[in-house]
């Protein structure tokens, strides 16, 4: 019954972390300090704003860390709730020469998505998507460092048509910190 919404808001938090087209000797520097600001867990409300399932509302709990090796990428785990449902998420997006590939779950050759492009910028990542007929793009934005937005388009004809939104806030440790006398 949620099998679309729950691929979709899957897809949110799997391309949330993605991408690069710029040259490779400044867009590697740039992307990795992306990928750096954006590691560490995160948790927060979506919804789907479009479509057949418009006003299903879900929220995710995920956890990023940069891919390690000489290429920018960001390796993704967690899970994303709609309602009692609780579905598992992962991603690897990774460099590859000038731009970025990756896939959601098992790609879109199975229940998940292919990343086929993207550009990372000082504070966004824009990433373009894919699952059979289905191409669209995911634009993930820092509002600060504790905040980020991310909204997922889908191309109807020749419009891009957003159909859902996420804002997800960066989890801290609840750590005491007091002194000894």
Not at 37 to 43: D, E, I, M, T
Not at 107 to 134: C, E, F, M, P, T
Not at 168 to 178: E, P
């Amino acid at each position: 019954m949620f099998l679309r919404p729950s691929l979709i808001a899957r897809g949110v938090a799997a391309i949330a972390l993605a991408a690069s087209l710029a040259t490779p000797a400044y867009s590697g520097a740039r992307d990795r300090a992306f990928f750096e600001k954006v590691a560490g867990q995160w948790k927060g409300p979506g919804e789907i704003v479009a479509g057949k399932y418009q006003g299903t509302k879900f929220t995710c709990d995920l956890t990023g860390e940069p891919t390690s090796g000489k290429d920018a990428g960001i390796k993704l785990d967690g899970f994303c709730r709609v309602g009692v449902f609780k579905q598992p998420m992962s991603a690897v997006i990774m460099q590859k020469g000038n731009g970025y590939t990756g896939k959601f779950l098992d790609g879109a050759d199975g229940k998940g998505l292919d990343v086929v492009s993207g550009n990372v910028g000082k504070d966004k990542v824009v990433v373009g998507i894919n699952r059979k007929q289905l191409n669209g793009a995911m634009i993930a934005r820092l509002q600060d460092a504790e905040t980020m937005n991310i909204t997922i388009s889908v191309k109807v004809e020749e419009t891009m048509v957003p159909v859902i939104g996420v804002s997800l806030n960066r989890q801290m440790d609840n750590i005491a910190v007091g002194s000894i006398e």
